[in-house]
């Protein structure tokens, strides 16, 4: 085992329209909520995390509306 443990990610709901595909995803170690985006179209990818008080559902419904909080996509590429 590394020194780097590497974080369980379950995936709680998927959804694909127009090249777009938006993950709704839970980090069984540390109980974040994550929605990522990838667009096939254009190639750009970014996660953003659930903030405390917020609606999950909501930021996976409308995840470009919470575009300014995102977190790099590399971060997450082994939640696949």
């Keep these: 085992m590394t020194a780097t443990t590497t974080q369980l990610m379950r995936e709680l709901d998927h ?4 090249g777009i595909d938006v993950r709704l995803l839970w980090c069984e170690r540390d109980g974040r909520v994550l ?5 096939k ?4 990818s970014f996660t953003v995390e659930v903030r405390e008080g917020e609606s999950a559902k909501n930021v996976f419904d409308h995840p470009f509306a919470y575009a300014d909080r995102r977190i790099p996509a590399p971060a997450m590429s082994a939640a696949a």
Excluded: F, I, N, Y
């Design 41 to 44: 179209k254009t190639g750009e």
């Design 35 to 39: 929605v990522a985006v990838s667009d």
């Design 15 to 18: 959804r694909t329209s127009d």
